[in-house]
């Protein structure tokens, strides 16, 4: 069983930077992928970035490539997602979210994601 917390959300204005991290709790193998998603109401989950869990590998959408880096904080045991260069269609609630299947590729599809954490509000103003 894994819980994970979510921090780091807040209101910035376009341009801006956020950071946040996904703190898990439980059994966490170095196998297993953590991602980041992101939902505005209204609209289906979007896939944001994930990263293995050793820290490895790691898969972006195509619409925050260049801006947002994802990456173990090995001081925290956390996994973050760096913001840069925030855009107002970044504001969504962003949810930490782990799989815990051994792939090959990392993976996007929400319903292939076994746990999942609160979320946290990213809103960026223009």
């Known amino acids: 069983q894994v819980q994970l917390q979510e921090s780091g959300g807040g209101l910035v204005q376009a341009g801006a930077s956020l950071r946040l991290s996904c703190i898990p709790s439980?059994?966490?193998?170095?196998?297993?992928?953590v991602g980041w998603f992101r939902q505005t109401p209204g609209k289906e989950g979007e896939f944001v970035a994930a990263i293995t869990w050793r820290g490895g590998r790691t898969k972006y959408a195509d619409s925050v490539k260049g801006r947002f880096t994802i990456f173990r904080n090995n001081a925290k045991n956390t996994i973050d997602l760096q913001m840069n260069s925030l855009k107002p269609t970044d504001t969504a609630v962003y949810y930490c979210?782990?799989?815990?299947?051994?792939?090959?590729?990392?993976?996007?599809?929400?319903?292939?994601?076994?746990?999942w954490g609160q979320g946290t509000q990213v809103t960026v103003s223009s």
């Open positions: 979210t782990v799989d815990t299947r051994d792939r090959v590729q990392l993976t996007t599809p929400e319903n292939e994601y076994d746990y």
């Open positions: 439980g059994e966490m193998y170095s196998a297993y992928t």
